[in-house]
């Protein structure tokens, strides 16, 4: 791979909770704890994992929606926590999000057309002429056709609004896109029209996508290759082929135990895991995932494992040292 | 075997009138479903496809808009249809009970878990004291809730969302039902909670020979859960048949779209994408009402509706390419 677009180094994201009664904060919800990332030109990562696991503030954070704890976010080879002003204002331009529901993520005051049309009246002077033009060039790229420009959201349904979302994502010069769960809300028969169009969009234009999600097939369709998050720390990170066919982390195998069938003769003879995430205020000593680890070692109750390269990836777990 | 069919529903026509009665949405129209002791039905649809209404008017939970205008529900002999909303309450909770998508919307914030739990066996089979109690814990251990003599005094915000929905289903149980009706009950949950709820509602139903149907628009869930499915579009079952022969032989072109737009393990071919949007109730298309999507699409399509098709391996399409293949064999 060429150099990264994105590199995550040691990121970091502790909040302070505070205690019973009145005071300094008392302990520290370790939300990320230490992750590392990259994500080349025209590429798509998945980032898998259940829910408190911290996918989505790393998505914020390499949004710049929070500011890390420790560690670096370079952007083309950029490190955009000092960037102020101007510099940012690219960085934003640059890097776009889609949220998981349309509902709620586009302003039903708005006309098609103003949605799209904001970033662009943000960050470059186009004249308006110019911009109506982006505008109906965006919404043919992501399958509508232009003259929808003045309706308002509610006059379209999920699949046709996640769209308008994506081509909001678009109209800049987006080099990244984070894609946070962005068809779990979609009727089955539309997600696949969604997840087709952002891989031909790819395609297209060489955009590269973080793409969050918790559903394994759908993930590890859309990405190249696959991070696996548990409790604030990437697990595994693996080509996405490597990984469906031999997932090396005990969480990552259970994660695909527990994944439904595609057909009634592919029933599940392994029983799922046993146990729940743990509360992230008091996480397990040694490897986080120990008290569910159904391979645990009496070493992983006592030691932290770290990322070491395996194949086509890296896992961080005692089982492969 | 007739007697130990639970449920029949026949013809079940559920309509909405809004606007004064000036217009209707067709939710349900014309559902023809059985369901035995110990089997799982799959009812499978997208949003407003009228999944969600068919399993309402079987309770009689229907909104005040909606109306059963025609068909019958005959729950272990009994036509439900025909009873008062107090002979209802008297079914309800008891012999058939209802698992909803969110489990904090179904349990109450202000009450403890063994209040809850306890309800229905308190006022169905009259359970009292000691005997009450002991029920109540046997129910949260058969939800492998852990130390249920403690867990069952705390209230439902200190429970985690797996737990919660695991005490949903443990109210559900309390009555002793037949018939347990699970709309999307797994769509909150995360992976693996889910995969331990989906089989410890296997387990249950095992032991106690509850007959189950399962609302969902995710055929994975199908395909690990049910004995059959049926396909549901725009108020009507498009495909009825047993769980294989659904997936191996889909007989309805939207069938065939569902299964071929699931993104599958280990391929990365382009998914199949079914063209178009969910039509409206309010303004439904001529003829079947999936023709402006199908691939396979005639000019009969349009203007004539489909009819139930049986082409003899147990499964049931309303599909006009099933009457060119049956007639021309």
Known sequence: MSSPVLEVRALKKHFPVRGRLLGGPATWVKAVDGVDLAIGASETLGLIGESGCGKTTTSKLILRQETPTSGTISFEGRDIAGLEGRDLMAYRRSVQVVFQDPFSSLSPRMRVRDIVAEPLEIHTDLSPAAIDERVGHVLELVGLAPDVAPLFPHEFSGGQRQRIAIARALATDTRLIVLDEPVSALDVSVRAQIINQLEELQKKLGVSYLFIGHDLATVAHISHRIAVMYLGKIVETAESDALCTRPMHPYTQALFAAALPSHPDERAQTKPITGEIPSALSLPSGCRFHPRCPSAMPVCSQVEPTLRRRDSGEVACHLYE | ?329
């Open chain 2, 1 to 329: 075997m007739a007697h130990d069919v639970v449920l029949q529903i026949a013809g079940l026509q559920t309509h909405f009138f809004t606007f004064g009665g000036t217009r209707v949405l067709r939710a349900v129209d014309g559902v023809d479903f059985s369901l035995r002791a110990g089997e799982t039905l799959g009812l499978v649809g997208e949003s407003g496809s009228g999944k969600t209404t068919t399993c309402l008017s079987i309770v009689g939970l229907l909104p005040r808009a909606a109306r059963i205008v025609g068909g019958r529900v005959v729950f272990e002999g009994e036509d439900l249809t025909k009873k008062s909303q107090r002979e209802l309450r008297r079914i309800r909770g008891r012999r058939i009970a209802v698992i909803l998508q969110d489990p904090m919307a179904s349990l109450n914030p202000l009450f403890t878990i063994y209040r809850q739990v306890a309800e229905p066996a308190f006022f169905h089979q009259h359970l009292r004291g000691r005997r009450l109690r002991e029920r109540v814990q046997g129910l949260l251990r058969a939800v492998r809730i852990p130390s249920p003599e403690w867990r069952m005094r705390e209230y439902p915000h200190q429970m985690s969302g797996g737990m919660r929905q695991r005490i949903v289903g443990a109210i559900a149980l309390s009555g002793g039902p037949r018939l347990v009706i699970a709309d999307e009950p797994t769509t909150n949950l995360d992976v693996t909670i889910q995969a331990q709820y989906l089989d410890l509602l296997k387990d249950i139903q095992r032991e106690t020979g509850v007959a189950l149907i399962f609302v969902t628009h995710n055929l994975g869930i199908v395909a690990k859960m049910c004995d059959r499915v049926a396909v549901m579009y725009a108020g009507k079952i498009v495909e009825q048949a047993p769980v294989r022969e659904l997936f191996d032989s889909p007989k309805h072109p939207y069938t065939r779209a569902l299964l071929g737009s699931m993104p599958r393990l280990g391929s990365k071919e382009p998914l199949y994408s079914i063209r178009g949007q969910l039509p409206n109730l309010a303004n439904l298309p001529a003829g079947c009402a999936f023709h402006p999507r199908c691939p396979d699409v005639m000019p009969r399509c349009m203007t004539e509706e489909p009819r139930d098709f049986r082409p003899g391996d147990g499964s049931v399409a309303r599909c006009w390419l099933l009457d060119d293949v049956l007639t021309r064999s």
